[in-house]
Every structure is written in C-alpha cells, then in structure tokens.
C-alpha cells in the first residue's frame, strides 16, 4: 500500500434511499416543471378572463363556455360569477404555489405530495382553461 491509500475509500458511500428519493423528488427539472405549469396556467386563466371580456362587450353575458362558471351562474349573474370564480382560481394557485414552496417535508410519503399535488391541480386547471378558450375563440371569431 502507498502513502494515504488506507485514507481513501474504495467506494464512495452511497446515499440513503430516503435522501435518494428527495433528491430526485427536488431535482431542478421537477421544480422548473413545477414553476413552468404554474406560469402556464395562470397565463392561461389570464387570457380566459380576458376572452371573457371580450365577448361580454360584444355578446351578452349568458354566454358562457366554461361550465364551471355557468354553473355558478344559475344561482348569481354572470358578471358575479365571472369574477368569483377568477378569483377562487387565482386563489387555489397561489395557495398551492405557496405551500410547495414551504419547508422540505419531512417523511418521503409528503415529499411526493408536496411535489404531485401542484402538478396535478395546475395541470386540471390548465385543462378546464384550455377548453374554455378554445370555445372563446369559437364565440368570438365571426
């Protein structure tokens, strides 16, 4: 043996699985799709409310493509419904941003919720948006 052999390891030690798992659970790409979804889907409930307002100057307010909203229409007016809706949105994303961004979680099982569940909602939500802007343009396009 030379001189320091007996000082360096022959194989580095391996990470714990539970660190392994929340190393992966927060790698850059996960939390940049995170960041990314979330930028998508508040643009696009952006875009949605203005599509909205648009066609409530051309058209009349009853006519609503997102069922969510009409839904809700059946109990109040559209021009209330509209806005409480856009804010109960906005009110789920920023929350859902805000508690991802919270403290590591401390057992593996809350790593991955803290990570899935934001996708998920941001994903549901950038689907219902879709939708609705795609029936906007439909409305608003002669």
Do not use: D
């Not at 099982?109 to 996708?119: D, E, G, M, N, R």
């Amino acid at each position: 043996m030379g001189i320091g052999a007996s000082t360096i390891p022959a194989h580095a030690p391996k990470p714990l699985a539970k660190e392994y798992a929340e190393l992966k659970l927060y790698s850059p790409r996960i939390i940049s799709l995170q960041r990314n979804l979330f930028t998508l889907t508040f643009t696009l409930v952006l875009i949605e409310e203005v599509l909205r307002l648009i066609s409530y100057l051309r058209y009349s307010p009853y006519i609503e493509p997102n069922i969510y909203i009409a839904l809700l229409s059946q109990f109040i007016t559209p021009y209330l419904a509209s806005p409480i809706f856009f804010i109960m949105v906005c009110t789920i994303l920023f929350v859902t941003k805000k508690l991802s961004e919270k403290s590591k979680p401390k057992s593996e099982l809350s790593a991955l919720v803290t990570i899935a569940l934001p996708i998920s909602i941001y994903i549901a939500i950038t689907m219902i948006y879709a939708y609705s802007i795609a029936n906007w343009l439909l409305i608003i396009a002669p």
